[in-house]
């Protein structure tokens, strides 16, 4: 039935497409690369080796990413508009069926602006929308089957309610749990953004931008126990509560940060943090640029968790080739444990 209600809206739009007064815009991009991979387990056993036409390691924060191809289209008039966006993230080497599904799409939705701008209704399965929070994590809620109503009372403030079917129980406060609200406020120096869904989950976020040359994010995400689908050590459905801040300084040629998440869940916690620097080295060749990416990760021991620390270092190299196409070499050093893991790879994007 989902799959049925996206292939509509993606219809839908497609009609408003063929408008003589529409504005359409194609975007996008396709990662890809090769990766070879070598895992020694700590035995007496030979390492084990892999070579891939895909790209799934480079570092947290300076890395190409991992293999996808992703297209989106804009249909804009004065009035009214729509969107739809595909994503795939198989390797470009799969084709067996799997790329065109409905799964594939992240949305596909409808609106209109009312009242001089003042409300946009939107329809279909909707975005993220207005009011998500900007940092590392990204909270919002996107993916939503059904209608948005989006309010600007005042410059620099939206206000967002959404009435989606897949949040729907199939046993309780089915009209209550089809609701969610959002808001954010932001100027030339901060913002607010914060979103709670009735179903039981919330979100809340900061971002800073009065300080030259920084950016500051710090974001949280709650979700109840009845939804969440976690279980402490006693089998028991507990609360998952995440924090997340994102702080990187820019002072040309040279960039840093850190990236850095808290999972407070009960038994089943742990820390990240995602340091890194980065060179550019356009004096030397234009557009390159070296860095150096680490990674490290702890369960919440006093928690009880099992997770094992994993820690990794990342150093890359990359050349722009141009402003919508780059190049990156890496390799990935990882130990977990009595494992060590190294990944030598080459990826390269393209955007549209």
């Not at 059904?146 to 309610?161: K, Q, T």
């Not at 089809?178 to 009735?198: C, H, M, P, R, W």
């Not at 850190?258 to 890194?276: H, K, R, S």
């Not at 620097?277 to 009880?304: N, R």
Request: hydrophobic residues 40%; without cysteine.
């Amino acid at each position: 039935m989902k799959a049925l209600k996206v292939l509509t809206a993606a219809a839908a739009v497609a009609l408003l497409g063929t408008s003589a007064f529409a504005e359409f815009k194609a975007s996008g991009y396709i990662r890809s690369g090769v990766e070879s991979t070598i895992v020694d387990d700590g035995s007496d056993a030979d390492p084990v080796s892999e070579l891939t036409t895909a790209v799934n390691g480079g570092g947290y924060n300076l890395g190409l990413g991992p293999d996808r191809t992703r297209i989106a289209l804009d249909w804009t008039e004065e009035k009214a508009g729509a969107s739809i966006r595909y994503t795939n993230n198989n390797t470009l080497s799969v084709n067996d069926g799997v790329w065109f599904v409905s799964g594939n799409i992240d949305y596909a939705f409808a609106y209109v602006n009312l009242f001089d701008n003042l409300l946009k209704v939107s329809a279909g399965k909707n975005n993220g929308g207005e009011a998500g929070t900007e940092g590392d994590a990204g909270y919002d809620f996107g993916g939503l089957y059904g209608a948005r109503f989006s309010v600007y009372p005042v410059d620099g403030l939206v206000i967002e309610a959404n009435i989606s079917t897949n949040n729907l129980p199939t046993d309780k406060h089915a009209t209550l749990d089809a609701l969610s609200v959002a808001a954010k406020y932001g100027n030339d120096t901060f913002a607010v953004q914060a979103g709670y869904a009735f179903n039981g989950s919330l979100y809340a976020g900061f971002s800073l931008y009065s300080v030259e040359n920084l950016e500051l994010y710090v974001e949280a995400n709650y979700v109840d126990k009845d939804i969440a689908g976690v279980v402490n050590k006693k089998a028991e459905a507990v609360a998952s509560t995440v924090l997340t801040e994102t702080v990187s300084y820019n002072i040309d040629p040279v960039k840093f940060g850190i990236v850095a998440y808290q999972d407070l869940t009960e038994d089943n916690g742990y820390l990240a943090f995602y340091p890194y620097v980065e060179l550019g080295l356009g004096d030397v060749l234009e557009g390159l640029s070296v860095g150096l990416d680490v990674g490290f990760v702890t369960g919440a021991k006093d928690k009880g968790a099992d997770v094992e620390d994993i820690i990794s270092f990342t150093p890359e190299a990359t050349i722009a080739v141009a402003d919508n196409a780059s190049v990156q070499a890496f390799y990935t050093f990882q130990k977990q444990d009595e494992e060590t893991t190294h990944v030598v790879g080459l990826g390269v994007k393209y955007s549209f």
